[in-house]
């Protein structure tokens, strides 16, 4: 189904800077939406329920997955997370831009179920720098900074696989990437047909393209 909405789906390995890049184009672009995925993982910081995620029981979880209720779903570091498929259909439906932030493997499965959607990738410029934000951000033991490097290497070996790759070495330029993204996924014939629809109909496009 071609959704008026736009799915954008970033992933990234731990530490990349994937969720503080969404979080200023959400506060930079007021028609970009967050899809909150569901996870079995605790609550981090000042992370709320609803808001960040949703945190759920891995019974509920698993009931949710018996129930095919996620599009995607997944086990990230001993946690599990997934995606409502209807809650993304929805949104979409009403023409709404969708950003996803969800691991490689979730990435890849969402573009089975929704083909349109775009794939952006965010690398970090060395693995010193990767290895000096997980400890610096001071959430996680050396014992589990040690099990996401090493993650990593599998997350990172994906990239090929994506539509766009950003990296974020200065954070304002990795921003400005990704602000390009969005906007030129925004200009494509399609996306402007079906958003600028008044205008193609004016200067009669939409007929002469149905006749051709």
């Known amino acids: 189904m071609d959704y008026p909405g736009n799915l954008f789906v970033v992933s990234a390995p731990s530490g990349a800077g994937k969720s503080s890049l969404v979080k200023a184009l959400l506060e930079l672009d007021s028609q970009v939406y967050r899809s909150i995925s569901h996870t079995t993982r605790a609550p981090r910081g000042q992370e709320k329920h609803g808001r960040e995620y949703y945190f759920a029981s891995r019974e509920d979880f698993e009931k949710m997955i018996a129930g095919n209720a996620f599009v995607e779903w997944a086990n990230v570091h001993g946690n599990m997370y997934g995606t409502s498929k209807k809650a ?28 349109h959607a775009v794939l952006i990738f965010i690398l970090p410029p060395s693995w010193d720098e990767l290895r000096s934000r997980l400890e610096n951000r001071g959430e996680d033991t050396s014992d589990v900074i040690a099990v996401r ?64």
């Open 149 to 212: 490097l090493k993650n990593a290497h599998q997350e990172m070996s994906q990239v090929d696989k994506f539509d766009f790759v950003i990296i974020n070495e200065l954070f304002e330029r990795a921003l400005f990437d990704l602000k390009a993204v969005v906007h030129s996924q925004r200009l494509r014939f399609l996306c402007q047909r079906r958003t600028r629809a008044e205008i193609f109909s004016s200067l009669d496009i939409s007929d002469s393209l149905e006749n051709s």
């Open 88 to 115: 993304i259909e929805e949104r979409l439906a009403k023409g709404a831009d969708i950003v996803l932030e969800i691991d490689y493997q979730g990435a890849l499965q969402i573009k089975e179920s929704f083909p």
